[in-house]
C-alpha cells in the first residue's frame, strides 16, 4: 500500500513538474472556467433586471456553469495526464516499471481532482468578486453535488483514455469534445422537463443530470433533494466501474497489439 | 552456457501482427551474471522479443520469465528489479533530466533519489546535462540520460535496445565498458538487442541469432566463429543466414 502510494505520488510530481517547466499551463487551468462564468455571470446579471425576480433565482446560472466545470475540468483534468505520456511518448517507459495500471488511474484521478479545484476554485473566488455569488449558499449539497460530478466525470474520462489508447492520438479531440455530447441532456442550465418525451429517459440516465436538478431545487426552493442525490449516486456506481473496465481491458488490448510502445504523434 | 540458474527465459516465445510471424517459437535461457545478445537485422525480432520479456507485448504464445517471475502474470515483481532502455524511446522533453530521474527513482522506489542521482550522473559523466531539458539534448546525450534511468534502482536485469545506437565511437567503447563494470560488480544479467556485431562481440557472454523471427543459431560469439571456421561475427552471421535460406539484408543495412 505504502509503495502504491509512493508511485501515485510519483506520477502527481510528474505532472507538477509540467507546470513548474511551463508555468503558463497554470493559466489555461482557470482561463475557460473563468470566461465561462463571466458570460453566464453577466447573462445572470441581465435576465434578472430584464424579468421578474422570482422567474430567475440570483444564482442560478453561475452556480450551474461552475457546477458544469467541476464536471468537464475532472473529466478534462484525467484525459489531459493521459493525453501527456502520449505526447511524450512515455507509455512505454511506465508500462515497464514498477507502475500498475490501477496506480496509473489513481494518480490520473488525483491529478484531476487537483486541477478541477485550481480551476472551478479560481473562477468561483472571481465570481464571489464579480457577482457577489456564494458557492457556500449550496451548503453541504456543495460538496456532494462536486463528488458526484467528479465521479462522473472520471468515468467518462477513463472511458476517452480507452478509446486514445485504441485508437491513437486520432481520437485526441474527443479528450475536449465528448462531455459535450452530453451537455444538453444533462439540464445543466434547465429543467429536463422541457425535453421531448423520449430524451427525457436518456437524460435521467446520467448521474450529472439529477445533479443539476437537486442544485435548481437548493438555488430555487433552498431545499435539498437528497433523492436526487441518491440516483447520482447510484448511477455514478455504473458509470466508474465501466469507465475503469474500458480502460483496464484497452490496456490489455494494447499490450496484446504492442500499441503501448507505438503511441505518439 | 553455465549451469547458474537463469534470470531470463524465453519459452516457445511467439508474436504475429496482422497474420505476419514477426517472433517464431524463440527459446533461450540468460544465465545471471551475463550478457546475452539478440542479433539481426532490423525487423529480424529482436525489440519485439525484448518486449515480449518485459511484458509490455502479450506473446500469442510461449512463456517469458524474469528472475523467475511469469511475465504475464506476475511481472511487476519483475520489473521492481529490472529496467529497460531504447534510444528510440526517449523520456519526457519537457522534463529536464533530474526531473525525468526523480520521478522514475520514485517510481522504482529508490530511498535517496536525490543522491543516488547524484552519484549516476558522475559515474555517467552526465553532471552537466541534469538540469537540461531532455528535448534539448543531442540523440548521444539523451542515450546516456537513458541510461542513467535504467540504473536508477541497481537493476539485476538489464534490457537494452541498441544501447549504443546513437553515441560517438568514444562513448560508445566507453559505455560498453562502463556496462561491463557494472555487470562484473553486481552480477547483473544484461539483455541486449543489437545489429552491431562488433560490440555484440566484445559484450556479450553468449548470444542468438534472429532472421525473420526465428532463431538461427545460439552460443558464445568465439565458439560460434571456432565452430563456423570464421573470422568475425558477421561472416558467421552470414552463412547462418545463407543457410536458412532466406538470406536478408546484413545487419546495420536499414532494412
Redesign the interface.
Known amino acids: 500500500m505504502k509503495a502504491s502510494l509512493g508511485r501515485i505520488g510519483a506520477m502527481m510530481t510528474r505532472y507538477t513538474y509540467l507546470y513548474l517547466v511551463s508555468p503558463i499551463r497554470i493559466l489555461e487551468l482557470v482561463y475557460w472556467p473563468t470566461f465561462n462564468m463571466l458570460i453566464w455571470g453577466f447573462m445572470q446579471e441581465y435576465l434578472n433586471s430584464a424579468t421578474h425576480p422570482a422567474v430567475f433565482a440570483a444564482s442560478y446560472l453561475i452556480a450551474a456553469v461552475l457546477l458544469w466545470d467541476v464536471l468537464f475540468r475532472s473529466q478534462l483534468g484525467l484525459t489531459l495526464g493521459f493525453v501527456e505520456e502520449m505526447w511524450a511518448r512515455n507509455l512505454g517507459h511506465l508500462a515497464v516499471s514498477p507502475l500498475r495500471p490501477l496506480e496509473f488511474v489513481g494518480a490520473l484521478i488525483a491529478t484531476s481532482l487537483v486541477r478541477t479545484l485550481i480551476g472551478v476554485g479560481g473562477a468561483g473566488f472571481l465570481a464571489t468578486l464579480f457577482f457577489g455569488f456564494n458557492a457556500l449558499e449550496l451548503g453541504v449539497g456543495l460538496a456532494l453535488f462536486f463528488l458526484n460530478l467528479v465521479i462522473m466525470g472520471w468515468g467518462v474520462g477513463l472511458v476517452v483514455c480507452a478509446i486514445l489508447l485504441r485508437y491513437g492520438l486520432a481520437a485526441e479531440a474527443l479528450a475536449w469534445g465528448a462531455l459535450f455530447v452530453l451537455q444538453p441532456l444533462c439540464g445543466v442550465f434547465y429543467p429536463v422537463s422541457i425535453l421531448p418525451d423520449w430524451l427525457e429517459p436518456i437524460a435521467r440516465a446520467l448521474p450529472a443530470t439529477h445533479v443539476f436538478e437537486g442544485m435548481r431545487t437548493v438555488v430555487q426552493d433552498g431545499r435539498l433533494d437528497t433523492g436526487l442525490l441518491a440516483q447520482a449516486f447510484l448511477l455514478n456506481i455504473p458509470y466508474a466501474l465501466a469507465g475503469l473496465a474500458a480502460f483496464l481491458g484497452s490496456y490489455a488490448v494494447a499490450r496484446r497489439r504492442g500499441l503501448l510502445m507505438s503511441t505518439g504523434e | 552456457m553455465t549451469s547458474a540458474p537463469a534470470a531470463v527465459e524465453a519459452r516457445n516465445l511467439s508474436k504475429e501482427?496482422d497474420g505476419r510471424t514477426v517472433v517464431d517459437r524463440i527459446s533461450f535461457a540468460v544465465p545471471r551474471g551475463t550478457t546475452f545478445g539478440l542479433l539481426g537485422a532490423n525487423g529480424a525480432g529482436k525489440t519485439?522479443t525484448i518486449?515480449m520479456l518485459?511484458?509490455?507485448?502479450?506473446p500469442d504464445s510461449g512463456e517469458a520469465r524474469v528472475l523467475g517471475h511469469d511475465m504475464e502474470h506476475d511481472r511487476?515483481r519483475a520489473?521492481?528489479r529490472?529496467?529497460?532502455s531504447s534510444p528510440y524511446?526517449?523520456?519526457?522533453?519537457?522534463?529536464?533530466a533530474r526531473?525525468n530521474l526523480?520521478?522514475?527513482g520514485?517510481?522504482?522506489?529508490v530511498a535517496d533519489v536525490r543522491r543516488r542521482i547524484e552519484q549516476i550522473a558522475r559515474e555517467l559523466r552526465i553532471e552537466d546535462l541534469l538540469d537540461r531539458?531532455v528535448g534539448q539534448m543531442s540523440a548521444g546525450q539523451k542515450t546516456r540520460v537513458g541510461i542513467g534511468?535504467v540504473l536508477l534502482n541497481n537493476p539485476e536485469v538489464l534490457?537494452l535496445d541498441e544501447p549504443t545506437a546513437s553515441l560517438s565511437p568514444e562513448s560508445a567503447t566507453w559505455l560498453r565498458s562502463f556496462l561491463g563494470r557494472y555487470r562484473d560488480s553486481t552480477r547483473a544479467t544484461i539483455v541486449l538487442a543489437s545489429h552491431n556485431m562488433p560490440e555484440v562481440e566484445a559484450m556479450c557472454d553468449n548470444i542468438a541469432f534472429l532472421q525473420q523471427g526465428r532463431l538461427l543459431e545460439q552460443g558464445a560469439p568465439r565458439e560460434l566463429i571456432r565452430r563456423h571456421g570464421k573470422q568475425t561475427l558477421e561472416q558467421v552471421f552470414l552463412e547462418v543466414a545463407e543457410a536458412a535460406g532466406e538470406r536478408q539484408p546484413g545487419p546495420g543495412d536499414g532494412a
Open positions: 501482427f519485439t518486449l518485459l511484458g509490455l507485448l502479450r511487476f520489473l521492481q529490472a529496467n529497460f524511446v526517449s523520456l519526457p522533453h519537457r522534463l529536464t526531473q526523480t520521478v522514475y520514485r517510481l522504482y522506489g531539458p534511468k534490457f
